[in-house]
């Protein structure tokens, strides 16, 4: 099973600055991974998959990059209702597919 | 619009067990198949199991095998997560998740991302 480790579990960032989310998997994935945002009482929300390609209607502030067992997610700069916990996946290795541990950004 | 609608909040007993739906619309529920991922409260997404309903194969977490069983009625649009043997460890948000899969000449042979979610279903075990 694959593993997968994001960082940090918590993140302060203040509106309009840059979040640097990290996702590590515990062996090479190439680019099968997927970023997924949840709010709360919400269902999560792809952003990104193939480690670097936006969804539908996902805003060009999130972008995604990284190959074989090092991913990083990048906001831009944050609007108000990009403050939600952030997940990684990979879809390569499986059953089971897994799921990082979630990244929170909050406001500073 | 394409979306998934998951039936309601349940609440079972230790022991017993809890089958959840979701409907699809808005797209040819066979041409991808579906997920179904846990959620405990405060815990990460946990994936339960797959399956493609346009060929009926489905693949389980090892975590759930023997456990858990998902089906599909393709003349409805719905595919179904039931889980016995519920305990409390249980509890928790169920989603069903679609995924266009990846494919080779036009047939699903492995997972994608999941593009779309159901709103959730929560499931309470307790006594």
Known sequence: ?????????????????????????????????????????????????????????????????????????????????????????????????????GTKVEIK | QVQLVQSGAEVKKPGASVKVSCKASGYTFTNYAMHWVRQAPGQRLEWMGWINPGNYNTKYSQKFQGRVTITRDTSASTAYLELSGLRSEDTAV????????????????????????????????SS
């Open chain 1, 1 to 101: 099973e694959i593993v997968m480790t994001q960082s940090p579990a918590t993140l302060s960032v203040s509106p309009g600055e840059r979040a640097t989310l990290s996702c590590r998997a515990s062996q090479s994935i190439s680019n099968n991974l997927a970023w997924y945002q949840q709010k709360p009482g919400q269902a999560p929300r792809l952003l990104i998959y193939a480690a670097s390609t936006r969804a539908t209607g996902i805003p060009a502030r999130f972008s995604g990059s990284g190959s074989g067992t090092d991913f990083t997610l990048t906001i831009s700069s944050l609007q108000s209702e990009d403050f939600a916990v952030y997940y990684c996946q990979q879809y390569i290795n499986w059953p089971p597919l897994t799921f990082g541990g």
């Open chain 2, 94 to 125: 169920y989603y069903c998740a679609r995924d266009p899969g990846t494919l080779l000449r036009g047939v699903i042979i492995g997972p994608d991302a999941f593009d779309i979610w159901g709103q959730g279903t929560m499931v309470t075990v």
